[in-house]
């Protein structure tokens, strides 16, 4: 079990409390400050596996190291950032990273309606209603993140990434979704061999929400997308992180069944487990982990990853600012701590019930 910290000076959690919750072996971390499509310096990356191992954390999980755009778009100019990608990948390996939680979201990441619902327990979450996305104008959208994530940089969100926010959206209007997918492809091409050669395993993160916003194409959203993006290599170091928030977000998408096809693959690296609660076809906010909080069946879909012999890692996903805790949305502690809990604890049982 890991848990996503966002490294000094971008989290306000301690190490050393990560490490006091039952069963958390290592953290997910990344180096917010370079900017996408530069590489990660070998240094930044020693000192931070240092400052991790100190509290008996390990460091196995990179999330992210982001897609510069000029890639996603197909220009001529990404056979430089994907050589920059592959230098980054190259000293990673040599802390001993083993996986690499990415995505190919067109210029943003996740999207929300609200960073701080108010639920009626006086917890506070995230929420996303579907009209409220679909009428608002990105840049607006950006300048409320801004303001509401508590002095946080939101990954995906990040300021480079926004500052010609409204430029590159206007580029994917040439982009079809075919192009796209043989952009994905391309990349993968790429930097497949090199995960290989490094062992390091590839996992890209579903779309969220699974369908296109900003007229963007997106594309990892579905059972069938998942097989079509890991049929553009076979490789199993092409993988994928199964984040059951994003793509359960469409009720299409079954969750055991999708779980049970792909870890038995062998190409799930990652899973982010959460739960949210639907409030219409579309709309929804998110809830404590326990099935009961939601709409999702956390038994069964940590069922569906131990029956198929998962066994890669594992980490509880967004919780809900509760006990008056405030930081960046999300990603607060106490919430994640009980996810973490609740995760080993059905781990355990399931493990048990299958001597
Ligand atoms: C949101 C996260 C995403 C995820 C990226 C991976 O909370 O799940 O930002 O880290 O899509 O690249």
Redesign the pocket.
Known sequence: MVFRWFAEGHDKIPLGYIRQIPGMTGVVTSLLDIPVGEVWPIERVKRLKQEINKYDLEIEVI??V?IHEDIKLGEKTRDQYIQAYIDTMKNLSQIGVKAI???F?PVL??ARSDLARSLQDGSKTMSYQHDYIMNINPRNLAEQFGNQSNGFEL??WEPDRLKEMVATIDKYKSIDEKQFWNNIKYFLDSVIPYAEKFDIKMAI?PD?PPWSIFGLPRVLTSRDNIRKFLNLNTSVYNGI?L?TG?LGSNRNNNLPSIISEFAAQGRIHFA?IRNLRFESEKDFYECGHLSKCGSFDLFEIVKAFYDSGFDGYIRP??GRMIWDETGRP??GLYDRALGATYLNGLWEAIEKMNP
Do not use: A
Request: charged share 20%; hydrophobic share 10%; proline share 5%.
């Open positions: 999330e992210s982001n939680c990415y995505n979201m990441d996740w990954p995906g993160h969220d992180t984040c994003s982010h996903d967004h999300g990603y």
